[in-house]
């Protein structure tokens, strides 16, 4: 059965891009009669905001859609440090910790990467304890590489991938004072939840190198994936990015028709200045 789930992080309103995320989702649930999820992925701190996740819910129902909500990341904390501590880091011993801060990585880094400088390694040899929280905990991405073996995974879209985790090198699996990294409790989650199609925007599509090294070495059968075109502004710019452009909850209550914004997102029928690209 296709069980697909919007993601969304309570630590800022929805936005078109959102709205139309959650509607590929949820229409694709329906056309294979399987199952559309929601999940709030609140596991960013102080930035979670409980209050935008019932704004969140507002917005989707507003947009029309119906959902099952399974279990917000907050509650599922102690499963991420868990598989970190038994199978990362002392099945695989891949984890080291590392208390380098962002400037100390940007002076000494060499190269960038996906999502900017690559972490230099200078706390690869690191001896590791307990994991505790005044560490941020970074894969050694070279041995987990070794240890995973060769890996691809397919998209819907451009087929069959070859993963090439190391292209971010030793990113980090478990961030200082929080429960984990986004790339560890959405592949933990989505394997928990039955997700069978990851539909999510181009601009996560890198990410999912890193996801499926995560479950190869943690044993968990990696879904499909589907990273669909984004919206983007005048200046072809993510539609995230862009300022002072009305929130889901602002037009919902501003008294703007919430089904018929959906049903023009859905026929590609975008409002003035926006395209689909990625
Ligand atoms: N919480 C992530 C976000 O809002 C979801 C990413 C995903 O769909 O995997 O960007
Ligand atoms: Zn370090």
């Not at 929805?14 to 959650?22: D, E, M, Q, R, T």
């Not at 060499?110 to 400088?117: E, I, L, N």
């Not at 990113?171 to 004072?177: N, S």
């Not at 996560?204 to 589907?226: D, K, N, Y």
Request: glycine share 8%.
């Amino acid at each position: 059965m296709t069980v697909t789930r919007f993601a969304p992080s309570p630590n800022g309103q929805l936005h078109l891009g959102h709205a139309f995320s959650a509607i590929v989702a949820h229409d694709r649930a329906v056309k294979d009669k399987g199952r559309f999820l929601l999940r709030i992925e609140d596991i960013d701190g102080p930035r979670s905001r409980p209050e935008l996740a019932d704004a969140f819910r507002a917005d989707l129902e507003w947009l029309g859609l119906e959902w099952e909500e399974v279990p917000a990341q907050s509650s599922r904390t102690a499963a991420y440090q868990k598989v970190a501590q038994t199978v990362l880091k002392e099945q695989h011993g891949v984890l080291y910790p590392c208390t380098c801060s962002r400037s100390e990585i940007a002076a000494a880094a060499t190269r960038m990467g996906p999502d900017g400088p690559i972490y230099p390694g200078t706390c690869r040899g690191k001896k590791s304890g307990d994991l505790h929280a005044k560490a941020a905990w970074r894969i050694d991405m070279a041995k987990a590489v070794r240890i995973a073996g060769p890996l691809s995974w397919r998209d819907e879209i451009l087929g069959i991938q070859k993963a090439t985790p190391e292209i971010f090198g030793d990113v980090v699996i478990l961030r200082k004072e929080a429960p984990a990294s986004y790339h560890l409790a959405a592949t933990l989650d989505d394997a928990q939840d039955g997700i069978s199609l990851v539909t999510r925007g181009a601009d996560l599509f890198q990410a999912t190198h890193i996801h499926r090294l995560i479950q190869a070495l943690t044993g968990l059968e990696p879904p499909v994936w589907h990273h669909h075109d984004l919206l983007l502004d005048e200046g072809g710019q993510k539609l995230a990015k862009r300022r002072n452009s009305p929130s889901l909850t602002d037009r919902r209550l501003a008294g703007e028709e919430g089904v018929r914004l959906a049903d023009m997102l859905r026929s590609g029928n975008l409002p003035a200045g926006i395209s689909l690209g990625r």
